[in-house]
């Protein structure tokens, strides 16, 4: 099962759809997602705190949680070489002109399809859009 960001924000935050994010989890042994998502869930997490929604002590116990869960096999993060970036990039400039594609998504997706993934979940309406042009199925709960 491949998550990005959004959704592996949900399995460590109390978020709208958290409840059903971690229901689908729970008869999946690894979920997959690109590693560029540690350097994003981070940031989700500094918004916490700039925003006053948690306490700097409890978005560190998320992230050493987060990164425990990476060591421990229950997040694959997948490293992104110069290889994937490359066929990413060559994937962004071959799009459709209408397709709304940010890079951090575009190496999301491309990491997913070299995974040989059919489903992407995230609460990203861009991305789910996109993600046909990457021969997946956007998914939501």
Sequence with gaps: MYFDTSYIAKLYLNEPESDQVNELVGGVDTVYSSVWAVAEFHAVLHRCVRECKAS?????????????????????????????????????????????????????????????????????RHMRSAAAYFGLRGRSV
């Design 56 to 124: 700097p002590r409890h978005v560190h116990d998320m992230a050493a949680r987060f990164l425990d869960d990476v060591e421990t096999g229950l997040r694959n993060l997948v490293p992104v070489g110069e290889a994937l970036l490359r066929r990413t990039s060559a994937l962004i400039l071959s799009a459709p002109g209408n397709l709304f594609l940010r890079a951090a998504d575009a190496v999301q997706l491309t990491t997913a399809q070299e995974l040989g993934e059919h489903d992407v979940w995230t609460n990203d």
